[in-house]
């Protein structure tokens, strides 16, 4: 035994973060691809498939690895196990392959068995989490509170993936309620990646202000409003509540107004006392993107028919719907991870621990100028190819979208290109001391 341990290929912390981020990348990069296809060729089956390559693939890492990340940061007493990370990335790359075949196929009853795969993997997550932390210490800390619902959440999520595989295979018993639906399980999958970003804004940004205490208040009653908005919003859905509806979402969209010209102002100072992280700026693309997100999503209400309709709005204002969706698909959610990226992975990477992030240094200059310039040259072509696609919506235009489409993946690819200069840069530095 003692052989085997010594034989045995340790994964280090900096490198499983090196490899999350390639795979993650590469996730979102072929949902892209895929879902530019489907709008180029008008195939069922690429129009279909991306948003599970999405949510199956990238959604599941970004709870179990990089959120793992965060609360280990929070409370220094769950370690974080490579090892068992790189477990869980086979898991999910595993599911992520038979989730495709279930949909090239049609074979909803492996799409079921992929969700309950999936449920066995983020309870073993959440369970090392809750055996090792009270709740009562969890919930002291405003950044856990969001961080551990992501976990809880994105269970949910995996349980209406399972239903969703067992209501297409058995149709006609009746068991699985109306309400679980495609749409239902993608706007489920969303709901942690969301909740994971506002906990990120807190504890690297607003939890460092001159008012934190004031911040801390506002950031704990905001847990409550979003969290409780987004089921009170779902329960409205369900029972076709017009007003409730629109008195949710018209909430929700007021706080993330206020959110954004906070974080704009905060930008601004950062950018004038310290330097221009692009990783900020990243991340306010993505609230910028989340208030089109939100505007969308109460044009959908005023035109909603009931939950589950095919179309859920009349045909001719689809482009509401779908440019609803990807202005949270391809911009809020995708704009908001690739900051949090080029924050979490090059402090992990640096010091081989989560000891940066921890410190006051997770927003110091920890890349070269040369990379920080190319991330914004990123960051350009990536927010002009997302409001692209939404413009190519409105304009019914699918050349636009597939050609708009192909350029967002190759922007979302270029992290891994770009971090990956920067990672060898540093590596020959401390090769020459």
Known sequence: MQNANKNRLVIEPGAMARIYLSVSVVIITAAAFLGAAGAWTGSAFLNTVHPYVFFTGFGNLAILILNRYLISVICPELEVDPEKQMRYLYGVLLSLFLVVLAVYMNWPL??????LFLIIIVSVAAKEIFSELFVGRLWREVSARYYIFDVIFLLVANLGLFTLGLKEAFPETGIIPFFVTQSSYFLGSSFPLSISVMGFLYTYVWRRSSKAKLIKQLFSIW???????????????LMGNYIGMMLVSHTLMFGVIVLLIGFARYLHRFFSTQFRHPALAFLLSGLAMLFAASAYGILNIYFFKSFGAVPPIP???MWIYHSHTHAALLGWITFS?????????????????????????ALSQLLDEMTLSRAFGQLTIAFVSATSVLLAFYLKSNSLMAFAGVVFGFAVYYSRVNLGKAFRGLSEQAAQK
Not at 110 to 115: D, E, F, M, Y
Not at 226 to 236: E, K, P, T
Not at 339 to 350: E, L, N, W
């Open 223 to 237: 847990f409550y409003v979003f969290v409780s908005g987004v089921l009170v919003f779902l329960i409205a859905i």
């Open 110 to 115: 492996l799409k079921a068995l992929v969700g």
């Open 315 to 317: 045909e001719e204002r």
């Open 337 to 361: 991870f690739t900051g949090m990226i080029y924050i979490v992975v090059p402090a992990i990477v640096k010091s081989n621990s989560l000891e940066l992030l921890r410190s006051e240094k």
